[in-house]
């Protein structure tokens, strides 16, 4: 009885130490009050509502920060930064970018504060219960009746572009409540998504959404080149890809799209990137980026963010159970292996995976001198301009050829095993996708059928034929080629 008395005692001391280890090492068990300087974001999120459900889990995600922007270990950052990428002064001046995009980066994030939003013009408060984490972000689901979501719907009506009905998504605008000393109001949106009433997975007018990258696939970004990349992100102003702005307003426009936007790049770049969808009128939707926090090195920004993007897409594909995806990235990293292995993983969920071709890194070989050789003279014949012409003709020729045998080859691994039904497409320009109805492969049964979709292995014969017979032929222009086999490939593997 002693012994049991003893070990009781011990097991109740240990357990107090243990929650009040917790206690103190919590995020939750304090918070601290917001202060004048400091910002909130609230970064654009989509949710599915039934309308015959009860309740309604609203996703709020927001940052809050202090933007000290004179402090001496932030200005020895920045000029570590400006060496790393080789900027030169005359570059900061003239473009004027660099401080404004790096500059957020370098931001106090505040953790341990308490976030409360409203609906206006409803004056009830809303409390987000999970406090900032240490990168001041906060992500929280904020549950609400379905009736009073409705209601706010009545009183706050703010229809996405080009809605033609109810089953079209809606934004709903919040904003945050001051506290503390801070007297300014932060708004945010959340794109509400009504749960359409169609058979799942099968395409409608009202159920179509589409996962679309950012870097080289909308945007110019060259991610082949990590230092282009870098100088492209800080130095320049983003420049989109031709014809895609016009080409997902289309889709829009004829089925009420909704967009995810899911993208490798930081949260602090959220603000220019948002700048640059409104510049170039791309449609608005969900944003997903990746947490980097500004104690890391600046240069994980260009790592490759394929484990994210297979973790937030799935998310996606399962909070919208009813909807059918179009998924559009590019070659420059690991889209296609991404889209296909959710492809995999979910299927009947993604109907079209759609890889724009990204621009290659052009690799410069230079010639190295021997140590303790001595110096070799070497005397060349000068080339006229023609045959300079013709030998930069003929490299140009073999990089496109051994481009073509890699893609081939890829393309074949990634998408050899796709789910019946899956169709997918490699382009170079948006010229190329005019002819894809996003609604037309899906109704009814399935639609019509793509070339090689009704033969079933035997579409897949032909088309390893058809790749062999091209790869024996070789010359040629590449785009020609390639976009010929992207498009006999179009059927089901």
Request: proline content about 6%; glycine content about 6%.
């Amino acid at each position: 009885m002693e012994m049991f008395a003893f070990l009781f005692f011990w097991f109740m001391i240990m357990n107090i130490v243990f929650y009040y280890l917790w206690f103190i090492t919590s995020k939750e068990w304090w918070w601290a009050p917001q202060d004048s300087e400091e910002k909130i974001i609230f970064y654009p999120t989509v949710v599915s509502v039934d309308p015959k459900s009860l309740m309604t889990e609203i996703p709020i995600h927001g940052h809050i920060f202090h933007p000290k922007h004179n402090t001496r270990s932030r200005r020895l950052i920045l000029k570590f930064l400006t060496k790393l990428l080789k900027i030169k002064p005359s570059e900061i001046q003239v473009h004027g970018i660099f401080h404004a995009r790096a500059q957020k980066f370098l931001v106090a994030n505040r953790r341990g504060k308490l976030i409360s939003v409203r609906f206006p013009p409803s004056e009830m408060t809303y409390p987000l219960l999970s406090l900032t984490n240490p990168d001041g972000h906060t992500t929280h689901g904020l549950s609400m009746p379905t009736s009073q979501l409705l209601h706010f719907l009545d009183d706050n009506p703010n229809p996405s572009e080009n809605s033609t009905s109810a089953y079209s998504p809606t934004w709903l605008r919040f904003e945050s409540v001051p506290e503390g000393s801070q007297p300014n109001i932060f708004s945010g949106s959340i794109l509400l998504v009504p749960k359409p009433n169609v058979v799942p997975n099968s395409a409608s007018k009202f159920n179509i959404s589409i996962i679309s990258d950012i870097d080289d696939t909308i945007k110019d970004s060259f991610v082949a080149d990590k230092r282009v990349l870098m100088r492209n992100t800080f130095l320049k102003e983003f420049v989109s890809v031709s014809g895609m702005p016009q080409l997902y307003q289309s889709w829009q426009k004829s089925s009420s799209a909704i967009f995810h936007y899911v993208s490798g790049s930081p949260w602090q770049l959220y603000e220019p990137i948002m700048e640059f969808v409104h510049q170039h009128s791309f449609p608005m939707g969900g944003f997903y980026f990746r947490n980097f926090r500004s104690d890391s090195s600046i240069l994980k920004i260009a790592r490759n963010p394929s484990i994210f993007k297979l973790t937030e897409i799935s998310q996606i594909l399962a909070s919208f159970p009813d909807r059918c995806f179009i998924c559009v990235g590019d070659s420059g990293e690991k889209d296609p292996e991404v889209y296909s292995e959710l492809c995999r993983k979910w299927p009947g969920k993604i109907k079209w995976i759609l890889i724009r071709r990204a621009p290659e890194r052009k690799v410069v070989v230079k010639a190295v001198g021997v140590p303790g050789m001595g110096t070799a003279v070497i005397v060349k014949k000068e080339k006229s301009k023609e045959e300079k012409d013709e030998e930069e003709r003929k490299e140009e020729e073999e990089r496109k050829e051994r481009r073509r045998e890699r893609e081939e080859k890829r393309w074949k691994e990634v998408f050899g095993k796709l789910p019946e039904g899956v169709k997918w497409r490699v382009f170079d320009s948006s010229e190329e996708l005019v002819d894809i109805d996003v609604l037309e492969p899906w109704e009814g049964s399935g639609g019509k059928k793509e070339e090689g979709e009704e033969k079933g292995e035997g579409g897949k014969e032909k088309v390893e034929e058809e790749m062999e017979k091209k790869g024996s032929e070789g010359g040629g222009e590449m785009r020609a080629e390639i976009t010929g086999v992207a498009r006999l490939t179009d059927g089901d593997f």
